[in-house]
């Protein structure tokens, strides 16, 4: 599986911004899919996370109630809504296929990855 990631940018606080994760390759619907990020001098974190079958998603706290997960599986995307963004969102944002073991909060769980998108946002 190949992900490709795009949609970043430079936005203003309060802005939006969609990110989005292509997948090509072995069949995508089986995956539960991650979106990531990582600021500078920090480790990566986990944003959110979509289960393929069942649509199921989770949020770290810090983006729950502004960023929404959604994919398309007769385009193989996964998409990242995000809304109502701060500076501190600031990152690089990568997407991840989740392997069939482990959490989806752990990076480690995911074995495939994109090559991330920068989202930059001014105050």
């Known amino acids: 599986v190949q992900l490709q990631a795009s949609g970043g940018g430079l936005v203003q606080a309060g802005g939006s911004l969609r990110l989005s994760c292509a997948a090509s390759g072995r069949t995508f619907s089986t995956y539960d899919m991650g979106w990531f990020r990582q600021a500078p001098g920090k480790e990566r974190e986990f944003v959110a996370a979509?289960?393929?079958?069942?649509?199921?998603?989770d949020y770290a706290d810090s983006v729950k109630g502004r960023f929404t997960i959604s994919g398309d599986n007769a385009k193989n995307t996964v998409y990242l809504q995000m809304n109502s963004l701060k500076p501190e969102d600031t990152a690089v944002y990568y997407c991840a296929a989740k392997g069939v073991v482990g959490s989806w909060y752990e990076g480690t769980s995911y074995v495939y990855w994109g090559q991330g998108t920068q989202v930059t946002v001014s105050s």
């Open positions: 979509i289960s393929w079958g069942g649509g199921s998603t």
